[in-house]
């Protein structure tokens, strides 16, 4: 595309100056933003950003660093983790031994990680279109966008990772423009860690993979990339294959098995593909239509404002994107390098919930940060096209401000994760209470297996294997009672009642297991963090 602005090769130059001035007060914003939240105590972040499951990382580093092997119990080896975050984990563990030191050091990568890729997106959405606008937009979107700030501050890989999303696709772009063997390198190079960083980023990877072989149509110049990053993998899926005979993470499929359990229980019969499909077509859809909440946009009871602007929007930029698409002819002889970029981003949102539901049979929510990049680029094209149109456009454009600030005041006022305080309690409650559970299972174990003194156990099998295959072989009662679990902590009656369930196994709870100890879920009534006594059953 031509350019509206020539940037000159001296960032300074005055002729940079109309864009140069907004960047860097979207960027510095940005960055207070991501201070102000850095600074607050841990025990106060882990009820609005730090996810339970980025303890698991900080109990296994923990552990890694103590010579305890890659455990979150200290006794059965794991591998419920992404291996470039977890290597973080350990050097933050070793440089400094204060724990709380060690997860503020995390939490720093994860918000410069932050910052940088929302640099890197907006160098990208210019590089692409060669309209310095477009990447003003694009930057103020993301460095102003609350759920990315949180998402970025999570405890978990999505820093990190959604950054070399981008610069993977910068990588393939320049690798599509000109296939020198320095940029085959660095492409591979990037595609290896870019999967080390988050397994299922291999859906990505092999999508630029095939943006390059259609724009070049040259198999040989994918060689040297993929032979570098496969290299580069080679020690973790050997290491995997080793200890736990897969290639992969088992806890992948843990939950997944929870699942179809859970279902074959409700109805009292084997779960059959009719069934499994009736269950997972809902869940698609409603997965896939929760990625326009990555926009800032509001959510839950004023999602209908959110749709009517984004209906607005696209009906009032129709205008623009026709006139300006039409000057450009992407399709030559070959693709244009610029949109199969933009067709890779297209897809990966789709691609990426469809594996998640349709295999996993779930999505978390932090597997949005993934998706980021692709509907932060969109968005901001949208709004880019949206102004374009003067008039209509200024006034339906200047409706995103407002609609934003309720958005953030709506999160404010009810951030995602404040249930986790009375994880915090649990924990406090035991490490009074050691003689009474010295041995603790959870479903949810991270926070309480963070916090408490004593052994706790993780049950859902994200880091447990021997949780996991117990799960798989419907065995979960007996591996709970074989490893000597005494009480169980967790949300509601949610774990009791599983274990309590024929299905899970021939040992389970009785009747008369008694309440502990309980709190109600902080903006739920019906809600409650309770901890259980055990008492097995001698026999069957």
């Known amino acids: 595309m031509p350019t509206n602005h020539i940037f000159h090769k001296n960032i300074f130059h005055p002729r940079n100056r109309t864009f140069l001035y907004p960047a860097v007060f979207f960027l510095v914003t940005g960055i207070a933003f991501r201070l102000w939240l850095w600074v607050h105590p841990i025990e106060q972040l882990l009820a609005w950003t730090i996810a339970d499951d980025g303890f698991y990382y900080f109990v296994i580093a923990q552990n890694i660093v103590s010579g305890a092997g890659s455990t979150f119990d200290g006794i059965q080896l794991t591998n419920g983790y992404h291996p470039l975050w977890m290597i973080f984990n350990i050097l933050a563990f070793t440089i400094t031994k204060n724990s709380f030191n060690a997860i503020h050091l995390l939490l720093f ?24 606008s477009l990447g003003l937009i694009v930057l103020a979107l993301w460095m102003f966008n609350h759920r990315l700030i949180a998402f970025m501050q999570n405890g978990l890989e999505t820093g990190i990772s959604t950054l070399l999303l981008i610069l993977s696709a910068l990588g393939a772009l320049s690798l599509m ?38 724009c070049n149509r040259k198999p040989k110049y994918l060689l040297i990339p993929g032979s570098i990053a496969i290299l580069i993998l080679i020690p973790w899926f050997a290491w995997n294959y080793y200890h736990f005979h897969t290639i992969l993470q088992t806890s992948t499929t843990a939950i997944t098995n929870a699942l179809q359990i859970r279902l074959e229980a409700q109805s009292g019969i084997p779960l059959t593909t009719s069934a499994a499909i009736a269950y997972l077509v809902p869940r698609w859809g409603q997965t896939l239509i929760r990625t326009y909440f990555l926009t800032a946009l509001p959510v839950g009871p004023l999602a209908w404002l959110s749709a009517l602007w984004l209906i607005g929007a696209i009906i009032i ?10 000057k450009y002819n992407w399709l030559k ?8 970029i933009w067709i890779v981003f297209a897809i990966w949102p789709l691609l990426f919930i ?11 929510s932090y597997y949005y940060a993934s998706l980021s990049p692709s509907i932060t680029l969109y968005f901001g094209t949208l709004l880019w096209l949206l102004v374009k149109n003067k008039g209509w456009g200024y006034l339906w454009a200047s409706l995103l ?12 006022q009810s951030p995602l994760i404040r249930h986790q305080s009375t994880m915090l309690h649990a924990a406090s409650w035991l490490n009074k209470n050691a003689q009474e559970c010295p041995i603790t299972g959870a479903f949810n174990a991270g926070i309480v297996g963070f916090y408490t003194n004593g052994t706790v156990i993780n049950l859902d099998g994200v880091v447990n294997n021997n949780a996991a295959e117990a799960i798989k072989n419907r065995t979960l009662g007996q ?6 679990i005494t009480c169980l902590a967790d949300k509601e009656d949610y774990p009791y009642e599983l274990l309590e369930k024929p299905e899970w196994g021939p040992y389970r709870p009785t009747d008369q297991s008694p309440l502990l100890w309980q709190e109600q879920h902080p903006y739920s009534a019906a809600t409650y963090r309770k901890i ?9």
């Open 109 to 132: 990568i994860e918000a410069l990680s932050g910052i940088l890729a929302g640099l890197a997106l907006a160098y990208l959405s210019i590089q692409l279109t060669n309209q310095f």
């Open 177 to 214: 423009n000109n296939q020198n063997k320095n940029r085959q390198l660095v492409f591979g190079i990037l595609c290896g860690v870019t999967i080390l960083a988050r397994t299922d980023n291999v859906i990505f990877i092999g999508l630029l993979f095939l943006a390059v072989l259609a």
């Open 317 to 326: 930029s129709v205008k623009s994107f026709w006139r300006i698409s039409a």
């Open 333 to 340: 002889k070959q693709p244009h390098p610029n949109l199969m």
């Open 354 to 364: 469809t594996i998640h539901v349709g295999w996993r049979w779930h999505f978390r």
């Open 401 to 412: 401000l407002p609609l934003l600030l309720l958005s953030a005041y709506q999160f404010g």
């Open 479 to 484: 591996y709970a009672q074989k490893i000597g």
């Open 532 to 540: 259980y006594k055990i008492i097995w059953p001698l026999s069957n």
